[in-house]
């Protein structure tokens, strides 16, 4: 089971690599590990825009329990989720789902554009989802929190 801010997670009993993590916020110095991270899940994102993200404190990271590896992480520009990505060995092991309830925690709802790929992923978490009017490859959803 996984440990995100005191409650238990139950997505994560696919692995048994990690019996824990938990979900922080990002600090400069994180700066190399997300972008990392990005890049692996192929998103595209400016250095500077990162920075800014960091700098701000609108980005999280999903960590192992020994505090050095990074398995996930999460950029939000207030209430939008900007990128979520999770190692690609460890997808499908409640990561993405800790960081986006970590954030939605934080911020009270949340909203998100992406394409038909991770649509599933969103579904899942419960957001309402609607196609982009002009891009039928584009979607949006938006997510409230309780």
Do not use: C, H
Not at 60 to 84: F, K, N, P
Not at 89 to 101: D, N
Not at 103 to 121: C, S
């Amino acid at each position: 089971m996984v440990a995100v801010s005191g409650e238990r997670n139950p997505f994560w009993r696919a692995s048994r690599q990690y019996e824990t993590m938990r979900v922080r916020e990002a600090t400069p110095a994180d700066r190399a590990a997300v972008a990392n991270v990005l890049d692996g899940a192929a998103l595209e994102t400016e250095p500077a825009r990162l920075k800014a993200s960091l700098r701000r404190g609108e980005t999280l990271l999903a960590v192992a329990d020994d505090g050095e590896r990074v398995l996930g992480a999460l950029m939000l520009d207030g209430d939008r989720i900007v990128s979520v990505a999770v190692r690609r060995r460890r997808r499908g092991q409640g990561i993405g789902s800790a960081l986006v309830e970590r954030a939605l925690a934080e911020r009270g709802r949340l909203v998100a554009a992406f394409d038909e790929r991770v649509r599933p992923f969103y579904e899942t978490l419960g957001f309402a989802i609607e196609p982009v009017e002009g891009d039928e490859s584009r979607y949006r959803g938006r997510l409230a929190g309780e």
